[in-house]
């Protein structure tokens, strides 16, 4: 049996709108589940209005629990990426702009959010 991915693209951030984010989600097994979300042209955190420090990746399962699932990994001046396995089912995807890593909910401005359409099994 082969898993098959989904992927998604976020909208157009009023807050930056240069960027291309997408988010790929793959099931894997019975319960967990695989996103790999890639950022192009995303402003630096501190070119924000007001500067922030680092964009930070929040899940929400399908109970509507919100939790902090880490931050963009900066690849280069153009591309970020984040990659993560989660045991639940995401079910929806937003990126914030923080001061700080570890918050437990978001208190940054909102870049963009994406409802995540999870592929079935093949």
Avoid at 21 to 45: D, F, M, R
Avoid at 104 to 116: N, Q, V, Y
């Amino acid at each position: 049996m082969s898993s098959c991915s989904e992927t998604i693209k976020f909208p157009v951030s009023k807050v930056a709108p240069a960027a291309d984010i997408s988010a790929e989600i793959k099931k894997q097994g019975e319960s967990n589940y695989e996103v790999t979300i890639e950022a192009n042209n995303l402003a630096a955190p501190e070119r924000l209005e007001p500067p922030k420090k680092l964009y930070v990746i929040w899940a929400v399962s399908e109970a509507g629990v919100v939790r902090n699932a880490g931050h963009f990994t900066q690849e280069n001046a153009e591309k970020s990426t984040y990659k993560a396995s989660f045991p639940y089912q995401p079910v929806e995807v937003f990126i914030t702009a923080e001061n700080e890593e570890g918050n437990c909910l978001p208190s940054g401005t909102e870049i963009t959010r994406a409802t995540l359409l999870v592929p079935e099994k093949n």
